[in-house]
Nanobody, 120 residues
Framework: QVQLAESGGGLVPAGGSLRLSCAASGSFRSLNAMGWYRQAPGKQRELVAGISRDGTTNYADSVKGRFTVSRDNAKNTLYLQMNSLKPEDTAIYYC??????????????WGQGTQVTVSS
């Protein structure tokens, strides 16, 4: 079983910063691609930023230049540094990971989400 635990969400004024973390635990061989998604009320879940195991990143156009995704493979942890936050960044942020559990088992996992609220 694999668990992903997000932390670091909260309430911040527009223009502020937050750093989200996602720690993976449980029994697995490796974490492959990981990413941050978000879902605002009444909207579909969308990809915010992704990162491969070797560090290749991709971002949604709406966050380019403001958000930075990174990972520490030794700590099995994913990060999202969010700067210049806007009210439209308000959402529940979810961590996702493609996990190899064994030679024959691989699957995707989600964290429980962490609320980010940006006040205007």
């Amino acid at each position: 079983q694999v668990q992903l635990a997000e932390s670091g969400g909260g309430l911040v004024p527009a223009g502020g910063s937050l750093r989200l973390s996602c720690a993976a635990s449980g029994s697995f061989r490796s974490l492959n691609a990981m990413g941050w998604y978000r879902q605002a009320p009444g909207k579909q879940r969308e990809l915010v930023a992704g990162i491969s195991r070797d560090g290749t990143t991709n971002y949604a156009d709406s966050v380019k230049g403001r958000f930075t995704v990174s990972r520490d493979n030794a700590k099995n942890t994913l990060y999202l540094q969010m700067n210049s936050l806007k009210p439209e960044d308000t959402a529940i942020y979810y961590c996702n990971a493609d996990v190899t559990m064994s030679v024959v088992r691989r699957g995707g996992y989600w964290g429980q989400g962490t609320q980010v609220t940006v006040s205007s």
